[in-house]
């Protein structure tokens, strides 16, 4: 079964710094979708980025962009020039193409020091 | 567009007692997926509908069951409530699911006494 890890539970950045969250997963399938969610305090849950793996290019998001890694099988977030409202919880996901659910890690807290 | 609608936001049920989620998607968008958060096991897949199919389900009980509607709103219901059923309830609508971007409801607060 895939599986997701976040192995930063808790992560925190001042105001105007960019912070890194680290996501890797664990597949045998070579086509398939990685995500970042981010959910803040009011609990509604939004896409940030998206990679699908057979694009090489890593995306990119405004502020947001993400570190690709498939043969390490690591999918890490950069979030550059941090804002307050960044503050919430990230949850990386993946989904194998074949017609299945997202998997999510555990999620990382982030808090963001004015 | 409305986004994702889920009633009611919150819930308080006794145990033994069942209860019945509501999910309005995105207009247009005909899968929505149901997942349970809890602090201790994090975001769990429930199902998956696609045009009033069941397309995917994930590993819980028979107690929790589900329904789509012609209109793609859809449903989970919870029978034979437990302690351990108190969670979030999210529910997410794509155009077609896979590799598609999931919009999120606000979810739906269940504790269970």
């Known amino acids: 079964a895939q599986t997701v890890t976040q192995s930063q539970p808790e992560m925190s950045v001042q105001e105007a710094e960019t912070v890194t969250l680290s996501c890797t997963y664990d597949?045998?399938?070579?086509?398939?979708?990685l995500f970042w969610y981010k959910q803040p305090p009011s609990r509604q849950m939004i896409l940030v980025i998206r990679?699908?793996?057979?694009?090489?290019q890593n995306a990119t998001e405004n502020r947001f962009s993400v570190n690709f890694q498939k043969a390490a099988k690591s999918f890490s977030l950069k979030i550059s020039d941090s804002q307050l409202g960044d503050a919430a919880m990230y949850f990386c996901?993946?989904?194998?193409?074949?017609?299945?659910?997202?998997?999510f890690g555990k999620g990382t807290r982030l808090s963001v020091i004015a | 567009k409305a986004g994702v609608t889920q009633t009611p936001r919150y819930l308080i049920k006794t145990r033994g007692q069942q209860v019945t989620l509501s999910c309005s998607p995105i207009?247009?968008?005909?899968?929505v997926s149901w997942y349970q958060q809890t602090p201790g096991q994090g975001l769990q897949f429930l199902f998956e509908y696609f045009s009033e199919t069941q397309r995917n389900k994930g590993n819980f009980p028979g107690r929790f069951s589900g329904r789509q509607f012609s209109n793609s709103r859809s449903e989970m219901n919870v029978s034979t409530l437990e302690l351990g059923d108190s969670a979030l309830y999210l529910c997410?609508?794509?155009?077609?699911?896979?590799?598609?971007?999931?919009?999120f409801g606000p979810g739906t607060r269940l504790t269970v006494t």
């Open positions: 207009s247009g968008h005909r899968s």
């Open positions: 597949t045998s399938e070579s086509d398939y979708y």
């Open positions: 996901a993946y989904e194998f193409s074949g017609n299945t659910p997202l998997v």
């Open positions: 997410a609508s794509s155009e077609m699911g896979q590799g598609y971007e999931q919009y």
């Open positions: 990679q699908e793996a057979y694009k090489q």
